[in-house]
């Protein structure tokens, strides 16, 4: 699911949180794992704090973690906070145009986008981080041996 790498982070990282709610973890650990940058994550997982999903703590004991259990929080969830779309529709930046059928067909396609996209959250609110969370994972086992 590397399409949006933002939402891949965000998903990737609330299921490991499911698994151990009350652990607290850095942007540098999240960051390792997900083989990305630290301020990457503080910046997707920023959106989670927004949304109500995460709590951070500042210093040296401090990081992330969940702020509701993970059986509360939908895909649909984690999706809208980051405010993005995979389904992408028409634009306010777009140029109108001269051409009645290419305004016509625009108009036509950002309707049928904005159905897919309801579409979308509607199907993602079905699942939950719980239900995509795995029993085990075979990094985070060989980080604890280490």
């Known amino acids: 699911m590397k399409r949006n ?4 982070l965000a998903l990737h990282t609330l299921s490991h949180m499911a698994g151990d709610p009350d652990r607290v973890r850095t942007s540098a650990d999240i960051a390792d794992h997900a083989r990305t940058n630290p301020v990457v994550v503080r910046r997707v997982l920023g959106k989670l704090r927004e949304a109500g999903l995460l709590t ?35 634009s306010q930046d777009d140029e109108p145009s001269d051409c009645s059928v290419e305004t016509g067909l625009q108009a036509r396609v950002a309707v049928v986008l904005d159905e897919i996209e309801e579409n979308l959250v509607e199907r993602l ?15 985070c086992e060989s980080q604890a041996t280490q």
Request: charged share 25%; hydrophobic share 35%.
């Open 125 to 139: 609110r079905e699942t939950s981080i719980t239900d995509v969370h795995p029993k085990t994972c075979s990094y």
């Open 5 to 8: 790498s933002r939402l891949s």
């Open 56 to 90: 951070s703590e500042k210093g040296h004991a401090g990081g992330w973690k969940l702020s509701v259990p993970a059986d509360d929080i939908s895909l649909a969830d984690v999706y809208l906070a980051l405010d993005e779309r995979l389904v992408s529709g028409a």
